[in-house]
C-alpha cells in the first residue's frame, strides 16, 4: 500500500517511469496518470476504463480494485 506521503513526493520530485509498463495496454506509459493508491497508467488508458466502468456503477483500479475516480487521478509530470 503506498501512503499520500509517497504519493506527493513521486508527484513533487517525478517518477522515471520510461521503463515501467502500463498493466492496460501493457505498452511504455503514456501521459502518466498516478491513482490515489500508488498505481500507474497511461492516461488514455485509465480514463477510458474509468469511464467504462462508471457507465454501469462505481470505477475500481485495474490492479488493486479500491475505487477511483476521475477527479482522483493525478497527472505526472514526464522524467526529466
Known sequence: ???STR???MISKGVDYTDE???ICLE???HAVITP???LFCKNCIHQHVSQQMEVGTA???MCRKPITME???PLPKPQ
Open 21 to 23: 509498463e502500463c498493466s
Open 1 to 3: 500500500t503506498i501512503d
Open 7 to 9: 504519493i506527493q513526493e
Open 28 to 30: 511504455g506509459i503514456d
Open 60 to 62: 475500481s483500479c485495474p
Open 72 to 74: 482522483s487521478l493525478i
Open 37 to 39: 493508491c500508488g498505481h
